[in-house]
């Protein structure tokens, strides 16, 4: 696990290598173990690849990067792990490769020389990564099918120049860094972030997950990212639902061993819901003599504590529990470094909760850690996705059976009929429609504290931010929803979380449920089971962990995770946050005076709590550390 920077320069500035010098010290907890980078001279203008490193695999300073091929025409700058590098490092002696390391790096380096593009569909792992070609002269940058690793690039006329943070990216741009107003507007109001190719910081962008581009060296231009995976929605598994939750089965304790790979001490983050209770319980399945550590969020005194579920898993297990117990103090101490180490406005401070498991795992000795991300959008979790699932019904013009499941599902805690209508109208909703529905339940476009006429004038689209090109199949509506969660919106801002918080304390956070075999085989299936008839979500993943996961855990009908007490936090905090709202932020979208206004209203209990608020104070420290 590491952090990557460089890019191709036509004439390279006299402050290069100060620029890189920034880039990856603004890294250094993702690579506290060794920093390096190299300028490699073209005719046509100058190469530079960096790289900080966290040791996980091989820890020796052989696998330090940039890596070279044996013949140096390849050099490699890479983030992540590839779990099957064992599997993948046999099938490469025998067709020859001689290795120099005991390191992942070398065996990625090696695919990539003898398979080149065909490479990519053999790793198993999470990685985003630059290779030089310098015979073709070219870059090529790829990040991994759901986005685990993050990878921003900025293209301008002089040069091309990528890294794994916001932060260590503006260095190396010519110009100082601004707000893109879009991607403001979009959070602020919709509460909407880590979609799209846009970022908050103008004129960078993401690669998107599952993705590739390629920079041409002798004419300085970068071609449009393609799609090297994508996820593949149409049944064609013709299974019985035993047999796929045998396959699945095998599916995910294969994933698990492979992400049990370390040569670092080893943990996992555990909240006590079935995905990461799955990872913990298949941890000591795989290896029953394990000294297993598990890290929990506990909102101690809340209805939203997890802590007895918590206890059952680590007693089932035998694990060695690490509780974390935090407090709207703490919570004010530590915010600016969080909203520091996640670099961009995220959603909610339960956020804060996983930064501080992370903090704790740090401090416990533990570089590796386990999660379960990613089991909601593969397996059909949250609530079941009823508007989709009825729609899907509706398509083989099945009312009756519709209305069945629509009456089942709203018999599970925290449903009602009218929340899966609702649902279910959304589906046949878009554009304006849209917009007027989410008006009526209370979710404006314009709120006053916004100033549209001036957004507008920018060229913002106002509205709730569409998915572009999202699938559209009739019949299968809850795969197109989970297809669109995994490689365009929902997913990828859970992974910048995990990823930004991790790397915080410079630690490795695995997350065993990504994997593109298990994707492809889920979105295979047949919808009904991964949400069943009945409205119970994970049906075949509850299923397929019978014998492995404690029944009353796999089958609790309840979902919190990392779930902070937000409002009792932040009105707690009024005092504090007032002075933070009300510094200028000199924006002439934002009226902070309307703005103030209605934070005091919350406050003073005449306005209803949202997650809003947390919008505000996010959006107002991110951005004065952007000025």
Known sequence: MC??????????????KQQMNESLLAMRRRGPDHRSFELISQITGTVVLGHTRLSIIDLTASAQQPMYSADLRYALVFNGEIYNYLELREELVGIGAIFRTNSDTEVLLQAWQRWGLQALNRLKGMFAFVVYDRQEQTLTCVRDAFGIKPFFYAIKESHFCFASELAAITPLMAERASLNWQRAYDYLVHGEYDFGEDCFVEGVRTLMPGHLLTVDLNSGRASEPEA??????????????????????????????LH?????????????????????????????????????????????SEEAWVDKVNGHVGASPNKIVVSAQELLADLPDLIAAQGEPFGSTSIYAQYRVFQEAKAKGITVTLEGQGADELHGGYIGYPGQRMRSMLDEASVL???????????????????????????????????????????????????????????????????????????????????????QRGLLGLLRHGDRNSMRFSVESRVPFLTTDMADFM????????????????????????????????????????ATPEQQWLVGMADVVRPWLKTDLGLPFLDQSKLLAQFEEVVAGRRP???????????????????
Not at 609 to 627: C, D, E, G, H
Request: charged residues 20%; proline residues 5%.
């Open 3 to 16: 952090g990557i920077s460089g890019g191709y320069w036509r004439s390279p500035p006299v402050q290069l």
């Open 401 to 487: 059976q519709a209305w069945r499941f629509l009456t089942e599902w709203s018999q599970w805690p925290g449903r009602n009929r009218l929340e899966g209508l609702k649902r279910l109208v959304g589906e046949f909703s878009h554009g304006r429609v849209h917009d007027m529905l989410r008006a009526a339940n209370g979710m404006q476009s314009s709120p006053d504290w916004i100033r549209a006429d001036v957004l507008r004038e920018g060229g913002v689209r106002l509205g709730y931010p569409g998915v572009h090109g999202a699938l559209n199949v009739r019949g299968r509506r809850l795969m197109c929803a989970l297809a669109s969660s995994v490689s």
């Open 260 to 304: 049990l790979r370390s040569d670092v001490p080893l943990g996992a983050a555990l909240s006590g819901g079935v995905d990461s209770s799955a990872i913990v319980c298949a941890m000591r399945y795989l290896e029953p003599d394990a000294n297993i550590h598990t890290f929990s969020y506990i909102a101690r005194g809340s209805l939203v």
């Open 228 to 257: 090297w995976w994508r996820p593949s929605i149409v049944q064609t598994a013709d299974i019985s639902f035993a047999e796929a939750s045998e396959r699945l089965r095998d599916l995910f304790l294969d994933s698990v061993r």
């Open 523 to 562: 979105f295979s299936l047949p919808e009904h089971y991964l949400v069943s008839p009945s409205g119970e979500t994970k049906h075949l993943l509850r299923a397929s962990l019978r014998g492995i996961v404690p029944d009353e855990v796999l089958y609790r009908r309840d979902k919190v995770g990392f």
């Open 609 to 627: 709590y949202s997650w809003q608020v947390w919008r505000w104070i996010n959006f107002a420290l991110w951005y004065r550390n952007l000025l």
